[in-house]
């Protein structure tokens, strides 16, 4: 890595669990060292760290941010205060919550069709999906991620589990329920992503649900995008109301064809930079840049 020793100017955020520059974290790093400017993992929730001494702090492996929810919220609003952050506090707070679908559905965005189950209720959950008609579905808390706590119930045989699950989950956490996309299996788990609001590439995504044990989601293949899904993820971004330096729009097709957003990324995703190429890495640095 060049400029050894020498002070970082953009913070990369990440966990205690991941305190290495990851592949893409180091392609971003080199990119940047290429522009003058040195960047380098910064653990969030290390008190050592004083982020006024940070040019700007990029919110990248902050991996376990659904675990501790409240907190890291918490930490962004002080860091924010002390440094440029990206993306920004209220965006992380609105985006840890997967209460943002509704708010978008309310915008015109349409989404999987979800029941919203509010924490500390005790919903009957084998009666709404019998008054839904929701024979494949999945049940998850609206603060998760990577298919944490998230189960597919198929039928009679899963409904104890189902059960388990909301009875451990929803006393903590409000949750959600959702008919299974089952497109995601041939037509794939589409994502386009977006720095600086411009497109840059997209990557097509196994359905995770329906994976193979040891499958790693960091893999992925590049995508040609098609213009509807474009339109549809520029749609989504503008819903939103945020100033975004970036963004990932999930979406998938559902029984009719027509696309529903999955997730807006938009706190620490993922950003396939390996799959974007040179253009991709090149459009996210001149975004970086351009908020110093």
């Known amino acids: 890595m060049p400029f050894p020793g020498a002070p970082l100017d953009i913070a990369l955020v990440t966990a205690s669990t991941y305190p290495d520059c990851r592949p893409d974290e180091l392609l971003l790093a080199e990119a940047l060292a290429v522009r003058g400017?040195?960047?380098?993992?910064?653990?969030?929730?290390?008190?050592?760290?004083?982020?006024s001494r940070f040019r700007l702090a990029l919110i990248r492996t902050a991996w376990d941010s659904d675990k501790r929810r409240d907190e890291f919220v918490a930490w962004a609003e002080r860091a924010g205060a002390q440094c440029p952050l990206w993306n920004p506090p209220e965006v992380l707070r609105w985006n840890t919550h997967k209460g943002y679908l509704r708010e978008l559905e309310s915008r015109g965005v349409p989404i999987v069709p979800t029941a919203w189950l509010a924490r500390g209720s005790t919903p009957d959950v084998?009666?709404?999906?019998?008054?839904?008609g929701w024979s494949d579905a999945v049940?998850?808390?609206?603060?998760?991620?990577?298919?944490?706590?998230t189960l597919r119930v198929r039928g009679p045989a899963e409904l104890p589990a189902v059960r388990e699950l909301v009875a451990r989950v929803l006393p903590h956490k409000d949750m959600m329920v959702q008919p299974y996309i089952s497109s995601v299996e041939g037509h794939g788990e589409r994502s386009l992503l977006f720095f600086g609001g411009e497109y840059t590439h997209a990557i097509l995504r196994p359905a995770a649900l329906s994976a193979r044990?040891?499958?790693?989601?960091?893999?992925?293949?590049?995508?040609?995008?098609?213009e509807e899904e474009r339109a549809f993820a520029r749609k989504v971004l503008a819903a939103t109301g945020f100033e975004l330096l970036y963004a990932r729009v999930d979406m998938a097709r559902d029984e009719r064809g027509a696309l529903r957003l999955m997730e807006l990324e938009v706190t620490e995703p993922n950003l396939f930079l390996h799959q974007g190429g040179p253009g991709a890495v090149r459009a996210l640095v001149d975004a970086l840049i351009g908020k110093l």
């Open 37 to 51: 400017l040195k960047a380098g993992p910064v653990i969030w929730d290390d008190p050592a760290v004083d982020w």
């Open 213 to 226: 044990p040891g499958y790693d989601p960091t893999l992925a293949e590049s995508l040609t995008s098609s």
């Open 126 to 132: 084998e009666a709404l999906l019998a008054e839904r």
């Open 139 to 149: 049940v998850k808390p609206a603060v998760s991620a990577g298919s944490r706590d």
